[in-house]
């Protein structure tokens, strides 16, 4: 009995040792030495084309200076699921991608630093390169530009994007994806440079194009088209909220339905007189009130920033039904 006590505990002790589950790697941080040799690369943004604005708070803000080539048009599987959200890949020097994501409610971009030195990111400021930490962010970064990014055949020349001083998973900036492991963010300062951005749910897809003419819906699929406006420096829309007039932020990294402060309840959200949302289910709001992929994926979306306006349409597959 004694040997047999012994094989099943030891058997036992095996398959705890199988069950065991991975423990998600914490961030790594750059090391000083390494930080100050990135920030002694410094150099003063006019020389990349930006100019050099103050903003109504006294702040700095560096504009102009990015650059996209005309009549491009890319196609990037969406790489995060349930649900869908715009993960797409971006093409690193070495011919390797990285998993990025275009967050419409973020002013600004990210980059875990490896993967910005990979891409020549080049340290910005008129005298010594500054570290900015934003509030719930555990490591600092250091404003920077990037000479190209590739999203397949499509270059995005001169971004803009904060160089983190940390490698590994990017905490509160990947709005909760795990999988894949998120190497950057990218944000409306960018996003806002294209022409159009579909949202293709059904595709599993996110379009991005440099192409200048206006869109054109289908008719037959159009459902609302519901004009931008100016907030904070991300993706927003005005519409109704429980019948008052409310700033609503098109929030596609999202996973809930609504966000709301608080997570309180709202029973109504209309963006468009043939556009609204009866009940929608409320979670808490990283800030402002936001509608997310939850709803958003059941619509085809299309951002036109140039324009001004985004346009819901049903689904592709409607068209066939």
Known sequence: MKTTAMILAASAVLLA????????????????????AYMAKVRDPR???????????????YRDGCRLHPNQIAE?????????????????????????????????????????????????NERTAQLVKMPGEEFAGCLSTVPVMRFKQLHVE????????????????????????????????????FGQIHLDYAGKRTVISTVEAAYVPEPSL???????????????????VDGKPEIILID????????????????SVQLDPGLGFSSPAASSSPGGLRIGAQLL?????TVCPKEGAIYFEKPETAKDS
């Not at 159009?222 to 005005?238: D, E, M, N, Q, S």
């Open 297 to 301: 994926k059941n619509f085809k979306i």
């Open 76 to 124: 990037l599987p969406m790489k995060a699921k349930e649900p869908l959200r715009p993960v797409v890949m971006l093409r690193g020097n070495f011919g390797l991608d990285s998993p990025v994501l275009f967050d419409f409610t973020a002013a600004a971009g990210w980059l875990e630093f490896d993967l910005a030195q990979e891409l020549g990111a080049i340290p910005l």
């Open 17 to 36: 040792a199988g069950c065991k589950t991975t423990e998600p790697k914490p961030p790594e941080p750059v090391k000083w030495k390494e930080q100050s």
């Open 158 to 193: 001169r971004p803009l994007v904060y160089v983190r001083m940390a490698n590994g998973p990017i905490g509160t900036l990947a709005r909760g994806i795990e999988e894949p492991e998120l190497k950057g963010v990218l944000g409306w300062d960018l996003l806002k440079n």
């Open 47 to 61: 020389i990349y084309g930006f100019n050099i604005y103050q903003t109504p708070g006294g702040g700095i803000e």
């Open 252 to 267: 596609p990294a999202g996973d809930f339905e609504v966000a709301t402060a608080g997570a309180q309840a709202v029973s």
């Open 222 to 240: 159009l459902i609302a088209r519901v004009p931008l406006v100016k907030h904070a420096g991300v993706c927003a829309v005005r519409g109704l």
